[in-house]
């Protein structure tokens, strides 16, 4: 049985040891580490910045850490400040930072990664359980969440970004690249796809908009004569105020108080709206729509 991150803390307590084949320097708060160098499993009640070749024994705890090179380790890592890397960054375990992360290169994380700041990663991010942040998270390149993610704030996505589970970013998202997500993507604010999308389940927002709009629509439109449905929701779209989407292969329900079904859409299930419904040519719809009064728009 694995163990907590909880579980593995309450056994870091000791100070941890630092082996260095360059130079270490220490004072009241930084460690500085340059070369190869190999930390045991433990405590550094300090900031911990490593550059060259870096190695955690064990589970780590320390006040903040920075690796400009590469750094792996071999448990969870806690962080009482900022997480920052450049370069190459790999734990077998866990995450957890009481400040943000940032990373540029390629990061991979074993298990959970619990971040209490922004989340910014530009590269390659690979998560291997469920990701919480509780701020913003920009995601730039190559992102893989395994489990469930949880964004307090704002996500913005550009290339590719998986989500092996649920999907839930309250200040909403928006993807210019592509958007995989294994269950429902969630959202109190604008949920905007302007890539590709393909969510196995329910999507909710404020307002909910696939494809390019405004000059670049001509663009969302060729796209969907080439590749039939580059936008696919398995379950039903719910927006508060507006749907608009054009290329897109609906399975459910679509909802909401204005709705715009683009070119080459295709809708299984029923199109409700309060206010106004606009359907544009090369669209199946499997029902005819059916208004609603505005206290009839819930999910």
Known sequence: MEKTIKETNENVEQRATISSAGSLKE???????SGSSSISSGIIPKFVKISGSGKLGGDFKCNGIKSSGSLKGEGNLTSLGTVRSSGSFGISGGLVSESSARFSGSAKIGQDANILGPIKSSGSFRVGGDLIGSGDAKFSGSAKIDGE???????KSSGSFKVGGNLQTNNGIKSSGSIGVGGNLLSQKDVTVEGAANVKGNLVGENVTLGLKGWKR???????????????VGGNVFAK??????????????KGYDVVIGRHSEVGGKVYFVNSLKVKRRVKLSEEPIRIKPEELKL
Do not use: M
Request: glycine fraction near 6%; proline fraction near 2%; hydrophobic fraction near 35%.
């Open 241 to 254: 105020n507006n749907v608009d989407i054009r290329a897109t292969s609906v399975t459910g329900d679509i």
């Open 149 to 155: 993610t949880t964004v307090q704030g704002f996500t």
């Open 218 to 232: 001509w663009l969302s439109l060729r796209i969907g004569s080439i590749v039939k449905h580059p936008y696919k």
């Open 27 to 33: 004072t009241e708060d930084l460690v500085k580490i």
